[in-house]
C-alpha cells in the first residue's frame, strides 16, 4: 500500500506542494520517497530511501521545478526498500516517469518481452515495467500520442494498480488510471490533484471526484476527463462535496483504524493472492526437505503458526512445531541444528522474542525462511527466502487484517507442498485453491451480513467479566486468537482452549449465564463439537456459536449465533470464522468507551524481550 500524488497548478512551483501532500499521505508507507516534476522539456527527479523528513534533509524536495508533477511515498511489495527502488520509475530516454500503488501480477512477462526489445530496467519492482511499455508504445507509434499509449499499456497490465504518469511528448498532462486501488481527484480553483487518498489534498480542496476500477483520467490545467479502459467512452462524473476533517479522511470516514482494517479484509485477502510464485516454491522446496520444521512467532502471529500446522499436516502430511518465539531458545535453542528449518512469522519482522529465535537458530545453522508484512525489516535480511504478505500498514494496534494474509499465505504454502508432495488429489487442491480465491468475497459477505448482529451481541454481553473460547482441531487457532483480541481490545479476561480439554478442568469456572463462545467449523471435529457443547449447555452456560449458515444442529443449542457462508474448506476456515470475533472485540470496547487503536499497555512492533 503506497501513497500515490499528481498535481497540476496554475500557481508557482508544484514541488512544494507534492512534498506537503505525501507527508499527509504517509501512514499508507514511508520506506522511500520520489517526486518527478516537468520543466523546460526535461523531467527533474529527486528520490531517496527513508522517511519523507529524512529525505528531505538530505535533497530538498521542495527544490525542484515546474508547475506538474507527481510524487510517490512508498510501501516495498516488489524490491527492498532502496534508492533505486523508490518512484517515480522511468523509461530508457528518461521521457516518462510513472508512480504506482498495486501489484503488477503479470510483470515478470512483460519485464522479459521488453528487455527482449531492448529495454533496460534498473529497479527490482513491477511499477518500472509500465514506464517501458508506455516508451514502447510511443517508439512505434508516435503519433498515438501520450494518452493512447498509457491505455495501450494498462491494457497489458494484469494485478492492482493506481497510476499516475507525465511525460516530456506532452508536457501539460497527467494520465492516471485504476484498477483495485485507490484513486481520487481533488478539485480546486487554482489547482487539480490525483491521489490515493483524500487527506492527500483535503486541506487544499473539499471537492473529490472518486475513480472507479477500468477508469483512465486525463488531467490538464483545464479539467479533467474520465475514459472507461475497455471501450474508451466518456464517463461524466461531478465533484462532490466532502465534509471529513482530515482525520476523518485518514480513516476513510470509519471512527478507528481497527474497523477500517477489519473492512479492508477483502482486498488485503485479494492482494495475498498475488504473491511471487518463485518465492511461495522456493519455501515449499525448502520445507520439504527440512528433517524438522519449527514455526515460530509472538502473538497473533503465532496463532496463524498454530493454524498452519494444521494445514501443514493435512494438505501435505507434513508435522510441523509451532512454538512461542519468547520460549524457542529454552525449549529447542540446544537441539536445533544443522537439519532444522525456521519459518518465522512476524508481521513487522522486528519482533525481539522472534529475532532472539532465529539468531539462536542461525548460529546452529538452522535454515531461516521468513513470512512477514515489512519488507526491508530485520527478518527480511536475516532469512535464506522470505515472502511478502502484500498487507500495507497497519496502524490499528491489534492485527487484524494481517492475521488473515499470514493465514492466506500459510495455506497457500501447504498447498504447494501438498502438490510437492503428492499427498492429496488434484481434485482436492483445486477445490481449496478455488475456494481460497473466493474468500475475498466470502469475507466481504460475512462483513456485511453479520456485523450489525455482531453489535447486538456486544451490547448484550456488554458486562461479561469473563468469556470462554473453544473450539477443535484448526479451530483452536482461531479460538486463541479471537481470546486475545478481546482481552487486548476490550480488556475482558478470557480463556481459550481445544474444547476437548475444557472437561479437564477449565469446565469448573462454569454457572448459570457464563459466556461461551464456540467455533464451529463444519469439520471432522463438529460432532465432537455438539458434545462439548452439550456439557457447557447441561451447566447454564450461554452459548455463542460461530456457525456455517443453516447448521440447524447448533443453532438448537445456541443462545445466540453469528454465520458464515457455507462450503468452506476445514483448513481455510480460520480465515471467514475469525471475523466475527474481531468485529466482537472491536465493538466490546467501542461499548465499553475504550480507544480500540491505541490498547493500554501494547506497543505495535515488540522490540524488547
Ligand atoms: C495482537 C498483536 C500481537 C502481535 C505480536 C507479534 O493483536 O498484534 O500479539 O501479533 O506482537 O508481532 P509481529 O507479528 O509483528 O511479530
Redesign the pocket.
Known sequence: MCGIFGCITKEGNVAPLIHTSLKRLEYRGYDSVGIATIHEGKIHVKKDQGKIDDVHKIWNLDDLPGSIGIGHTRWATHGAPLKINAHPHMDCTEQVAVIHNGIIENFSELKLELENNGHNFVSKTDTEVIAHLIEENLKKKPEIGLVNAVLEAVKRLSGSYAIAVISTSEPDKIICARNESPLVLGISENAIYCASDMPAFLPLTNKAVWINDGELVIISAKGYEIRRIDDFSVVTRKPEVIDWTPEMAIKQGYPHFMIKEIHEQPTTLRNTLRLQEHYLDLIATFLDRAREVFLV?????YHACLAASYMFSKLAFLATYPVYASEFIEQHGKSVNIDSTILAV???G??AD?LAAVTCAQQRAATILGLTNVIGSTLTRVSRVYISQQSGPEIG???TKTFTSQLSVLAQLALRLAKKRGKISQDEMDYISEKLEKLPDIVKEIIKTQEEKVKQLAKKYRDAKIFFFLGRGISTATAYEGR??LM?IAYVPSLAFPAGESKHGPISLIEPGFPVIFICAKDDTHKTLIGNIMEMKARGASIIAIIEKDDEAIKALADDYIEVPKGIPEVLSPIPFVIPLQLLAYYLAVEKGLNPDMPRNLAK??TVK
Open positions: 512467532a509472538c502473538g497473533t502471529s512476524s508481521q513487522s522486528e519482533t522472534t494496534v491489534a492485527a486475545l483480541k487486548e512492533s515488540v
